[in-house]
């Protein structure tokens, strides 16, 4: 049976995102994907940006056994297999051998309760301290408010879906997540606007 996942969002995201990583994540990095989902992007990026060694990883089994599914598929030789990891628990970067030059958390800060955000925030600022390509660099992707207001009427919506799903899930405000990051000696370096109301933020540590 084919595990393999596939996400409507990733397959139209993917080429943006890349355009922004292929600027921010230098050659041969080593990378660690967040709530890698599906795996598609894991797939799209590892294989073209160069030299990178890439670690995805899921609390989800199933999202695991996608990513693997996928890595397989593929033969992607530079993409390690995907790791258990919830960034909501406390001292979730302990069990990684060493340090990453870059962390991707991509749709995940909006689709989960703000305490991951604060761990995922906390775990990166320790990682990304022994980066050795250049400063540490954490790269999210989603929908954020600015100064506490939506930036579309479609934003809006979506914080109504996600609250109807899970009431502590919802479209973050920027100034809190970059408050978070700036606690952990990560620095906003640049905010890219995005397709379809989204942003990236790009922090460096």
Not at 133 to 149: C, Q
Not at 181 to 190: D, I, M, Q, T
Request: charged share 25%; no cysteine; hydrophobic share 40%.
């Amino acid at each position: 049976m084919d595990a393999r996942q596939y996400s409507i969002p990733a397959s139209r995201n993917r080429d943006p995102i890349l355009g922004v990583l292929k600027r921010v994540i230098a050659p041969g990095a080593r990378v660690l994907e967040i709530a890698s989902g599906s795996g598609e992007h894991a797939i799209h990026f590892a294989g073209n940006l160069s030299g990178v060694a890439w670690q995805p990883s899921d609390p989800d089994e199933n999202a695991r056994a996608s990513v693997a599914a996928w890595i397989e598929h593929e033969g992607a030789e530079n993409i390690a297999a995907p790791i258990d990891l919830n960034v909501e628990e406390q001292g979730w970067e302990k069990d990684l051998a060493d340090g990453y030059d870059a962390i991707l958390a991509i749709n995940m800060i909006h689709i989960s309760p703000w305490e991951a955000t604060l761990g995922l925030f906390r775990g990166a600022g320790l990682l990304l301290a022994n980066a050795e390509r250049g400063p540490g660099i954490l790269y999210t992707y989603g929908a954020y408010k600015r100064d506490g207001e939506h930036t579309a009427p479609s934003n809006e919506a979506f914080d109504a879906w996600l609250k109807g799903r899970d009431e502590r899930y919802g479209v973050r405000d920027l100034e809190e997540v970059e408050r978070a990051a700036n606690v952990n000696g990560l620095r906003l370096r640049e905010i890219i606007e995005m397709p379809a109301n989204n942003l990236s933020l790009v922090f460096e540590r």
